[in-house]
DNA sequence: ATAATTTACGTAAATACTTACATAATATAT
DNA sequence: ATATATTATGTAAGTATTTACGTAAATTAT
């Protein structure tokens, strides 16, 4: 309890940050009402924007500003309807439309300029007083976020996690159920099982194992849900085959790990290569080759299957 | 404009740090939903509260978690929806609700306890990296801002520079039309000019320059927009009489000004107090009498007015 | 030159809240 | 004991923004 209650803490950061940039926006407007100016702390930074660069599109407010554009659009409507802007079309690119300040605006904007003097001695004293340059801190956190977001952060860690929550274990009598089954899943649910399948499926001693291959399974929160085996084609070249991972378990870094157990089986034996072959719209299963190197290879070898497939191959040397 | 320019840097906190909460936020979600967990960032804090203390009131959570009632509300429908929440009547008090987690919100609160832990880490990693530690930070400028609001902090510079600005002067027969037409304008808005005013506004000098006292006028943005009289009562007490500000001028300190500058006028010359006439309607005066630590005074005088009146006063020993 | 892609803008709807107001139940003051 | 104030909740509508999607114009590729 004590333990979850401190974790909250952290993981509020982003509420109160919230609260507090609220806090100042309400504050803004209070001031504004107070002293009777027609101005919402939302004109502002577009405001700003045009005295600085005369005209501007939406699309080039929305940049400065960091707002979207539909954003900008309801923005620059208001201040439309309050004629502090002007719209046309632009001439060279009949997409666009050009936004102007008008007189009002431009007066408006001048107007509180005193009161904007204001709020920044404000904010320069609660810097003083809090000990810290706001400002400072939001781009640092900003820069921060910018080489490597929050989410990335995250995500990494939990895959971590998840990878290491996954046992992996070879081959015994036992789990031959296990083998047939996961691989059934995925081939009926995709394809069907054809009768090469079956064959390998069935025997995996005669097929696999005493031919000098392996078969890998995985453990995840005392459940088998996933296999793969490794296939001797010669003494260079392993096969990477029956990659099946059950489908509520999946995208927990499980199949990874498998793959990862078949190339280092391949590689103790002194393998030269990995090779598979799959299908087009196994995407899942391609993304994870891919990313551990396996390459896409032309006219390897003639399908082994009635699905359309192709293989890829893993050079370990 | 350099100038302008950097003025924005500092008005742009809120916003900015606006922006760097909802990209906290969003980047929760996102992980919650790329690992598939059923679960809004913005329930955290509610089954948070509900998982440490059982149950709760409506209220309760609202004081808790800092949003607003009907934001719990909201939020609390939501988790209902979703089966996360049970309510039930309070037996003691037939206005409260009994939130409680159900067992599958427990389960699903307990469930992201490990993706808690590892956003908690990143933000860590994002303190350590941005070399400052963000909560700290927040909870100083929630403390400064408690003591004083960037509101507050600003008003008082805005009112500070327009009493600055307003320039107080002496009678002199060339703004004697000044002083009839700037108490018509209140008189005839909230009562009507009495024999008795008029008789004062038209012989200003007769009246009150030639027994001892002085009319003060108030010069903003070079015009006249205000007046005030000093009327000497006997040896020890001066009457501040036709106190007026034009409208448009109103809320800028020009009041103040001129009754401190009466509050002189009789102080320099020996005054053992100030009282003065007002209606109950001229709240804004009032407030400004009351600021400048003026009493309510009951049977001083009877009214010179046929307006119903009461005295106020002020001690100068 | 034509097709495909990208850009600029617009609109509708959703989101995550807030404010403002209403009402019933309870607590407090006279 | 009764009027008055406060508290707890609810509801409707507003606010400031985003996402999602559509279309026309411009740019790029073939």
């Given at each position: 309890m004590e333990n979850r209650l401190k974790e909250l803490r952290e993981l509020a950061v982003s509420h109160r940050l919230k609260r507090l940039s609220e806090n100042l926006i309400n504050d803004m407007k209070r001031l504004y009402k107070e002293l009777k100016i027609d101005y919402e702390p939302r004109w502002f930074?577009?405001?700003?924007?045009?005295?600085?660069?005369?005209?501007?599109?939406?699309?080039?407010?929305s940049k400065a500003t960091g707002y979207t554009h539909p954003a900008v659009i309801q923005i620059v409507e208001q201040m439309i309807k309050n004629?502090?802007?002007?719209?046309?079309?632009?001439?060279?690119?009949?997409?666009?439309?050009?936004?102007?300040?008008?007189?009002?605006?431009t007066?408006?904007?001048?107007?509180?300029?005193p009161i904007i003097s204001d709020i920044e001695e404000s904010i320069k004293e609660i810097n003083k007083?809090?000990?810290?340059?706001?400002?400072?801190?939001?781009?640092?956190?900003?820069?921060?976020?910018?080489e490597?977001?929050?989410?990335?952060?995250?995500?990494?860690?939990?895959?971590?996690?998840?990878?290491?929550?996954?046992?992996?274990?070879?081959?015994?009598?036992?789990?031959?159920e296990y083998?047939?089954?996961?691989?059934?899943?995925?081939?009926?649910?995709?394809?069907?099982?054809?009768?090469v399948d079956l064959k390998i499926l069935s025997n995996p001693e005669t097929e696999i194992i005493d031919k000098g291959g392996e078969i890998f399974f995985a453990r995840y929160e005392n459940e088998i849900v996933g296999t793969c085996a490794a296939i001797k084609l010669d003494n260079e070249n392993f096969e990477l085959a029956k990659l099946g991972v059950t489908e509520k378990a999946q995208g927990k870094q499980i199949g990874r790990k498998l793959v990862l157990a078949v190339i280092g089986f391949a590689y103790a034996r002194g393998?030269?290569?990995v090779v598979l072959e799959t299908a087009k719209n196994l995407i899942k299963a391609?993304?994870?080759?891919?990313?551990?190197?396996?390459?896409?290879?032309?006219?390897?070898?003639?399908?082994?299957?009635?699905?359309?497939?192709?293989?890829?191959?893993?050079?370990?040397?």
């Open positions: 930074a577009i405001s700003h924007f045009l005295i600085e660069n005369k005209s501007a599109s939406i699309n080039e407010l004629k502090l802007i002007e719209t046309s079309k632009s001439i060279n690119d009949k997409r666009k439309r050009k936004l102007v300040l008008s007189l009002k605006g007066e408006i904007f001048n107007s509180i300029h007083e809090a000990g810290y340059d706001i400002l400072n801190i939001i781009e640092s956190f900003e820069n921060t976020l910018k490597k977001s929050l989410y990335e952060r995250t995500i990494l860690k939990v895959k971590k996690r998840q990878f290491d929550a996954v046992e992996v274990f070879r081959y015994s009598p036992s789990y031959k083998f047939i089954n996961l691989n059934s899943e995925w081939l009926q649910k995709y394809f069907e099982v054809e009768k393998a030269k290569a391609i993304n994870l080759y891919e990313s551990l190197g396996f390459k896409y290879i032309p006219d390897f070898h003639k399908s082994t299957y009635k699905r359309p497939t192709f293989w890829m191959k893993l050079d370990l040397r």
